[in-house]
């Protein structure tokens, strides 16, 4: 079955530590994406990819980073400089184009030790 | 700056208590506008894509409708397996990039 992979489902980070979250997918979608989603607040975005070894910065990147080194894969690494981790990690991906829909992941609930 | 506004913020309905969820707007040149459900710790699933006004679309229970400023998620009849939290989100062509809204978050009672 096609989808999107998310790993780990949780993750607990330490002060001053950087981590990262994994995220494949086999559904052969050009186009890649990373949000945070809060309590209260709507889905909002961190970082996309459009295409291999490509990406932009979306709404809120201060603090991540990514890569698209393969067309499956696009990892987020939360670095020490995000002050306020504490989150739910979405990433979708989408065929590019208005009328193709993003599908997401189950996520990664993000907290700090 | 883009904006999606969801109301309201919670429902409950009883079983068979047919409702309504509001989903509005304010973007520039809205390029479609997508409806989500979504699981707690679960990952958004999608349902309803919409491209213009006066669009309609339809799955089970659900029946998606949009006008120039907004868009209803209508529920007819809702079962307790409906309960969960609908997302609206507004694409306009910029960079692929979704708004969203906050949700509603629906509880269906027996």
């Known amino acids: 079955d096609g989808g999107i992979t998310q790993s780990p489902k949780y993750l607990f980070r330490k002060e001053g530590q950087n981590v990262t979250l994994s995220c494949e997918q086999n559904l052969n979608h050009d186009a890649m994406y990373w949000y945070r989603q809060d309590p209260g607040q709507g889905l909002r975005l961190i970082y996309y990819s459009q295409i291999v070894n490509d990406f932009q910065k979306g709404d809120i990147a201060e603090g991540y980073s990514v890569s698209r080194e393969k067309k499956e894969s696009f990892p987020l690494t939360v670095t020490s400089a995000q002050k306020n981790p504490t989150a739910f990690y979405l990433c979708?991906?989408?065929?590019?184009?208005?009328?193709?829909?993003?599908?997401f992941g189950d996520g990664t609930r993000l907290s700090i030790l | 700056e883009d904006q999606v506004t969801q109301s309201p913020e919670a429902l409950r309905l009883q079983e068979g208590e047919s409702s309504s969820l509001n989903c509005s707007y304010t973007v520039s040149g809205l390029r479609g506008l997508f409806w989500y459900r979504q699981d707690p710790g679960k990952g958004p699933e999608f349902l309803f894509t919409l491209y213009s006004a006066g669009e309609e679309k339809e799955k089970e229970r659900l029946k998606a409708t949009l006008t120039k400023k907004e868009s209803f998620l209508h529920i007819t009849a809702p079962k307790p397996e409906d309960s969960a939290t609908y997302l609206c989100?507004?694409?306009?062509?910029?960079?692929?990039?979704?708004?969203f809204g906050t949700g509603t978050r629906l509880q269906v009672t027996l």
């Open positions: 989100a507004a694409y306009t062509g910029t960079a692929s990039k979704l708004t």
């Open positions: 979708a991906s989408s065929t590019p184009g208005a009328d193709q829909p993003q599908h």
